[in-house]
């Protein structure tokens, strides 16, 4: 079962919940994974484990040399100025209630924003792509470009959107390995989605991938 922690500080954020440690070797190669992986757009009806939620998060975005503080994506300058966010959905991933989690890499954890399933809502504001809800997850990948713009400036508008697409070729590449299927969307409303999924204002929605196992 899934250890729940308050979140540390008192502050008005959900609760944390600790995800499994990821595993740094695997049964597919890079090469296979790179030679199987597609775009996937039907998922069966069938939940993720935790652990394997924890496993693409940290494939994504997650700490991977913890003194120095670096991540498995480059990132200009080691700004790392995006977030992930995934939605959740009603028993789709084993011990965690349907919601909007943030992954918080430092601690491989995820904080809760928001309770109950919203996936057809973010369907639906992505264009009424309704196969999208099909899948148990979406990873909302988030940019707050200040965070590369005050070093770089106007190139680090440039600078992180190539790091989205490291990050969503992680996510694709990890999914694959884990036996699972993942799906990419970059048509949609962005306020529509920062509002279903109750984010900052100054982080903007650039990428949404539904994750799970293929149909």
Not at 37 to 60: K, M, Y
Not at 140 to 168: D, F, M, N, P, S
């Amino acid at each position: 079962m899934v250890g729940i922690l308050l979140n540390p500080g008192g502050s008005a954020a959900g609760p944390v919940v600790n995800l499994p440690a990821p595993s740094l070797k695997g049964r597919v190669s890079v090469e296979e994974a790179l030679q199987a992986r597609r775009t996937v757009r039907r998922f069966a009806h069938r939940a993720l484990s935790l652990t394997q939620l924890s496993q693409l998060l940290w494939a994504a975005d997650g700490v991977t040399d913890p003194r120095r503080g670096y991540r498995s994506a480059p990132s200009a300058g080691a700004l790392y100025p995006l977030d992930l966010y995934v939605a959740v959905g009603e028993r789709s991933v084993a011990d965690l209630p349907p919601g909007v989690y943030h992954y918080l890499p430092d601690r491989q954890g995820l904080e809760l924003i928001t309770k109950g399933d919203i996936r057809k809502e973010l369907a639906r504001a992505a264009l009424y792509q309704s196969w999208m809800a099909e899948a148990p997850i979406m990873v909302v990948i988030t940019a707050e470009y200040a965070r590369c713009t005050q070093k770089y400036g106007q190139r680090g508008l440039l600078y992180t959107h190539i790091e989205v697409g490291h990050v969503g070729q992680n996510l694709f590449l990890q999914a694959e390995a884990l036996s699972l299927g993942a799906g990419i969307v970059g048509a949609f409303e962005n306020q529509a989605v920062s509002q279903i999924m109750g984010l900052p204002p100054a982080q903007e929605p650039l990428l949404i991938m539904p994750i799970g196992y293929k149909h």
